[in-house]
């Protein structure tokens, strides 16, 4: 499937197959990861076979896990944007390839991941095959999460942007992000606070550009 085919039909599933990652899906992940890594600086890392990483409570929440991607990078708060932004590229490579996941802010037992000095490991991401489909989740009206400021008309790039960022999963399924079109094609993205926002602004952004296309548009403040 192709990446906007793989926004409409990721879906978050909490109950998992035992059955192991194919060895193709695996490999093409662990190499996706190391690209993302390059690019932003983080350390994102793939946990495979990990039967012990959500225990206890987190097996309450989380049935059958095995394989996650942990979010790992410098422990930076200003940062967490960009947990969530390099999190969801790998969340949609994975739909690419068949794999299901989970964004899981309850984290995993870290005796798999490596964690430098300076690092921290923000939330973690559950991988695998679902044993139930996952299911679409209400979202707010569109016109709740953009604003106009352009002096213009909504373009069509910006419309089907705003359409892709409602597909991003969120906390709660809050959605408190907010996109604004500022003249000369810039847009400015903004979290609207609460738990874990601007890693959702992270991956909702991840969202907009795929959708609106980024040769369409610059972001009006920092963005990766």
């Not at 870290?110 to 964690?115: A, F, H, L, N, Y």
């Not at 907009?208 to 920092?222: L, T, V």
Request: with cysteine.
């Amino acid at each position: 499937m192709n990446i906007h085919e793989a926004m409409q039909q990721r879906h978050s599933v909490r109950q998992y197959t035992d059955a192991p990652l194919s060895a193709d899906a695996a490999q093409q992940l662990v190499g996706y990861v190391g690209e993302c890594n390059q690019l932003s600086g983080m350390h994102l890392q793939l946990v495979l076979g990990d039967t012990k990483a959500f225990g206890g409570f987190r097996r309450l929440i989380i049935k059958n896990a095995a394989n996650y991607l942990a979010v790992v990078g410098p422990d930076d708060s200003a940062l967490d944007y960009s947990s969530g932004y390099w999190g969801e590229k790998v969340v949609l490579r994975a739909k690419q390839l068949g794999v299901d996941s989970c964004w899981f802010s309850m984290g995993a037992k870290k005796g798999s991941v490596e964690i430098l000095p300076g690092e921290k490991m923000r939330i973690v991401v559950v991988l695998g095959y679902g044993a139930v489909p996952g299911t679409p989740h209400q979202s707010k009206p569109s016109t709740e999460l953009c604003a106009n400021e352009s002096g213009d008309e909504l373009p069509e790039w910006f419309v089907q942007g705003i359409e892709a960022a409602l597909l991003a999963p969120t906390a709660r399924n809050q959605q408190k992000f907010c996109f604004t079109l500022l003249p000369h094609r810039t847009v400015r993205a903004e979290s609207l606070g609460g738990p874990f926002s601007d890693i959702d602004l992270g991956i909702a952004c991840c969202h907009f550009e795929i959708g609106a296309g980024k040769e369409n548009f610059s972001w009006a403040d920092r963005i990766d």
